[in-house]
T-cell receptor
Framework: AAGVIQSPRHLIKEKRETATLKCYPI?????VYWYQQGPGQDPQFLISFYEKMQSDKGSIPDRFSAQQFSDYHSELNMSSLELGDSALYFC??????????????FGPGTRLTVL | GIQVEQSPPDLILQEGANSTLRCNFSDSVNNLQWFHQNPWGQLINLFY???GTKQNGRLSATTVATERYSLLYISSSQTTDSGVYFC????????????FGQGTRLTINP
């Protein structure tokens, strides 16, 4: 079965650089979520999109922005990177929002290291 | 916001042992999921269980929504069961984001 695809899997950046993370949801899933997991921490919700519109926002820094495109893939853009942004970034997708079944499936994650 | 507490935080067992992991949550939820995070960092779906009981091989889970807790049972543990087990809930209030507990780190020794 198709899974959530994330790219790149690993990314190394310098402080103050920018990074773009990509996510391709499971086919026919129209809701995409981004989570950030710091070392030794649990995943924290950043932002979500339903039908290409932002549906919820968590503790996402103003330096980060995201969008969902017409083909439902999503990109997380991160600017002015800081050492504290080093983390594992997950994308998840789920079937039609608002239905009875809303299981989220996670991609393999992008490990971002900021030097 | 909703609080999700998992216990125990750490569990060390010998291969073949059984274990019970607990997840308590502070408010009503639409959805509850259990995940296994393997040593490579992948979050693997174990159960989607907003209520009731489900079984999948050596694993089973029970959620009692009215009492705001869920249990994950692992029987006949294997070394490959090692990793961190997360409970995550979707609060009734707000959109469909998941709020995670802090996890239970399970170590199975041969």
């Amino acid at each position: 079965a198709a899974g959530v695809i994330q790219s790149p899997r690993h990314l190394i950046k310098e402080k103050r650089e920018t990074a773009t993370l990509k996510c391709y949801p499971i086919p026919r899933h129209d809701t995409v979520y981004w989570y950030q997991q710091g070392p030794g921490q649990d995943p924290q919700f950043l932002i979500s999109f339903y039908e290409k519109m932002q549906s919820d926002k968590g503790s996402i820094p103003d330096r980060f922005s995201a969008q969902q495109f017409s083909d439902y893939h999503s990109e997380l853009n991160m600017s002015s990177l800081e050492l504290g942004d080093s983390a594992l970034y997950f994308c998840a997708s789920s079937p039609l929002a608002g239905g009875d079944y809303n299981e989220q499936f996670f991609g393999p994650g992008t490990r971002l290291t900021v030097l | 916001g909703i609080q999700v507490e998992q216990s125990p935080p750490d569990l060390i067992l010998q291969e073949g042992a059984n274990s019970t992991l607990r997840c308590n949550f502070s408010d009503s939820v639409n959805n509850l999921q259990w995940f296994h995070q393997n040593p490579w960092g992948q979050l693997i779906n174990l159960f989607y269980i907003p209520s009731g009981t489900k079984q999948n091989g050596r694993l089973s889970a029970t959620t009692v929504a009215t009492e705001r807790y869920s249990l994950l049972y692992i029987s006949s543990s294997q070394t490959t069961d090692s990793g961190v087990y997360f409970c995550a809930v979707e609060p009734v209030q707000g959109a469909q984001k998941l709020v995670f507990g802090q996890g239970t780190r399970l170590t199975i020794n041969p």
